[in-house]
């Protein structure tokens, strides 16, 4: 395997939150699905596969666009919520790996973020209604930023927040939205392919299928 970046000279790794930290992208699509369904709309794959990672707000107006829907943007967004919340509700897991990576590599870098599209009430109901509760050293949110995803914002915030510099950091992500974040704010990527398969994951620096497999990238014992 290719050697990857040296864990003793990161600065911080911060993470994604969908896909990569907990496994949601299947919640995402039953939520989007019923959605639809509400509207008398039969979502297709490729609306699925177009829109990962993306924020709250553009996800709404993308499907209001994609389904010509006469309907007032804030009700479909309280609606589309409603959904969401019910099924996040009902069962949310880490994703496989994750928590013995994530224990391995706390000791040996300064700090620890997650960097999110997901906007804050909803990370917080996900925290209190669920087995989800790892702690991190700073949590960015869509709340937190003026430009989500795809812009460098969120991930420029966390290093500003560590006063680091964003080439001593490195993202784990899963999307293309998310790798492209990352990208143009200067940071070493991962992308892992939790729910895109590795070509669409050709931004990033290394492409991983699993922690396992990240963690022997990054030569963890």
Avoid at 24 to 52: C, H, M, W
Avoid at 129 to 134: L, R, V, Y
Avoid at 166 to 190: H, K, M, N, Y
């Amino acid at each position: 395997m290719t050697k990857g970046p040296e864990i003793g000279r990161l600065q911080a790794i911060l993470f994604d939150f969908d896909g990569v930290v907990i496994q949601s992208e299947d919640v995402y699509d039953l939520a989007t699905a019923k959605l639809g369904a509400f509207y008398q709309q039969q979502i297709p794959k490729s609306f699925f596969d177009a829109n990962r990672g993306i924020a709250e707000d553009l996800f709404y107006e993308r499907f209001k666009e994609a389904f010509d829907l006469e309907v007032d943007e804030l009700e479909l967004q309280q609606n589309g919520q409603r959904i969401l919340w019910n099924e996040f509700s009902r069962s949310v897991n880490y994703t496989p790996g994750f928590e013995q990576f994530f224990t391995k590599i706390r000791k040996l870098v300064p700090y620890v973020a997650l960097v999110t599209a997901t906007p804050r009430p909803l990370l917080t109901e996900i925290f209190q209604n669920s087995n989800i509760n790892t702690k991190f050293d700073q949590i960015v949110t869509a709340s937190e930023v003026s430009r989500n995803k795809p812009a460098p914002d969120p991930y420029l915030q966390a290093c500003r927040i560590f006063a680091v510099d964003p080439g001593s950091t490195l993202v784990i992500e899963d999307s293309p939205t998310g790798l492209r974040s990352a990208t143009v704010a200067g940071c070493q990527t991962v992308g892992i392919t939790t729910s895109c398969d590795r070509d669409s994951l050709k931004e990033a620096n290394f492409v991983v299928d699993s922690f396992g497999e990240l963690e022997e990238l990054l030569t963890i014992v």
